[in-house]
């Protein structure tokens, strides 16, 4: 039947199923049952590195999904006269919008807005790319630690004996 | 003179007995070696011996941006009608993968999948425009990759005569809405393997629609010298071969470590461990280390030659709709080491008996262990995947099943025309 020892092969008439059944039962004899863990090629790491590094140019919109935030999230010169009281509120709006020249000549509020409006930008930006650093950061954490149990897991085998 | 008036006036007369194909795919040409193109050239050639058939394609020849190469308008590869077309623009990549980080991961609507799908392109309108001015000129389109812009628009445009060959793996594409219609409506399915059948369905419930598992046939191999090949490169002793694209994408740094921890593992228990050959081009580092040596690209005699002096091939990559190096192998009687994670290439290793499959490091070094110490076992696998190749990868099986399946086509479509010419 078989020239190999630790194998039963019948060479005429093989069945490869058979034949993984035994490979697979002397791989976890020669080796403990070394787990299945992601490398950092499967797919799904893959998957998830790529999804968070291709970044794109709209993060501060992924931000407001992510938040759940409806409508602009930033703030701008609009908001200043916007009202959400019904009728009376488009009242008051109407009136803002025709005072807003005489309240220009007194102080500009414009330029605080957009500098706020920068600085909200920036913030956004950098919480959406510490974002996926953190990720990709957790994915690698991950495999590591994952590798590092298969490393210990090896070497308690070795130390007692078992791995050969 | 544009594509559109060469099209018009230079279609082959047609042949009472014969079929008018036309095959659409998204690249075509000699020079084009990518597994889909690859493949509905080597199938053109074979369905053209039989019927009338034209090549509709587009410009680009690389995958990447599409970029136009080729002139438009007509042009003969291998004594084939070729129309192409203008790609319309090239893929931006920045904003693909931008779209397809949404359609893939997160929430979208119908507009965001339709911009992602001409992101994806190769966006080609005028290739579309022609396909639906000559819908009934040609008797049946045979679509080659559902994934792309060509083939999800040309089957759209030609619905009832559209016949497809999906090329599909099990990525998050094909688990997109968009693509359950092209899978419902098509005329009839040309797949790849079981498995590519069996996700297909899972994911459009398409059972109804006609279909077979056919694959594709490969060039037979040239008479080999095993010698020379050693002798060229310098090879002694058993070895693994790879042979492709050297890539992250192919499952290739799974390989290396896999390979340098089985290496090491052999060693300890004085087995002589094969080395790991690489003939392909390289787009990632290749660790130094003396058992490994890799080729570059080689040409096809080498190929063969390295092939038959092989231990075995080894083919790490977590994707594929088929392997057409797998079937070089069995061509040549040498059997297989492939990644379990692969359900395609698993599943043929696996009904074939050709070869062997691994899930882990550990699996891989038995596997290559026990390849290398029981030459028998190698001969035997080898024997089996031959057979296989024999019963189910020759051309005469390959084009005995498109005829099958274009003759059931053929005489539904009369059994469906009758009773309206009879009424009418």
Known sequence: MSDNHDYEIDYEHIDVARLMEQVRARAATRTGNEPTFPTVDSPDLLQRLRQNLDLADEQPYELQRTLRLAGDWNIAPADLRASHDGPIGTLISTVRRLARPLVKVLVNLDAPLHKQFKINLGMAHAIYELTLENAALHC???????????????????????SC | MSSRSTATTCLPARLAERLRLAIVVQRYGAEISGGAELHARLIAQRLARKHDLVVVTTCASDYVTWRNHYPRGLSNVDGIPVYRFPVRRPRDPQRF??????VFHRQYDERTARAWMDAQGPYTPRMLRWIEHHRDTFDYFICFSYRYWTTWRAMQAVEGKGVLVPTAEPDPAIELPLYRAVFRSARAIMYNSHEERALIRRHSGNESVPDVVVGVGIVEPPPVDTARFRATRGVDG??????????HNKGCAQ????????????????????????????????PKHPAIVHLGRVSE??????????????????????????????????????????????????RSNGGVWYRNSAEFAECVRLLAEDPRLGV????????????NYTWPTIDDKYETMLTRLQADDSARRGPRQSTS
């Not at chain 1, 495999?143 to 070795?158: F, K, Q, T, W």
């Not at chain 2, 058993?238 to 890539?247: A, M, Q, S, T, V």
């Not at chain 2, 094969?274 to 787009?283: H, K």
Request: aromatic share 10%; proline share 5%; hydrophobic share 40%.
């Open chain 2, 301 to 350: 005699q080498e190929k063969y030659d390295a092939l038959a002096a092989s231990t075995a091939l080894v083919m790490p990559s977590f994707y594929e709709s088929l392997s057409m190096v797998l079937l070089e192998a069995w061509a040549l009687s040498r059997p297989v080491v492939v990644n379990a994670h692969c359900d395609v290439i698993r599943g043929q290793t696996q």
């Open chain 2, 380 to 391: 035997s696998l080898g024997e089996r995947g031959h057979a296989y190749y024999q019963a």
């Open chain 2, 97 to 102: 993968g931008r779209l397809q980080e949404r």
């Open chain 1, 140 to 162: 690698r954490v991950q495999e590591l630690s994952e590798r590092i149990d298969e490393l210990a897991e090896h070497g308690n085998d070795v130390s007692t004996g078992t």
């Open chain 2, 238 to 247: 058993p070895f693994l071969l790879y042979i492709g694209r050297i890539d």
């Open chain 2, 255 to 286: 390989l290396f470590d896999f390979y340098l921890r089985a290496y090491e593992r052999l060693q300890e228990e004085s087995v002589r461990p094969p080395r790991l050959v690489l003939a392909g081009s390289s787009m990632m580092p290749i």
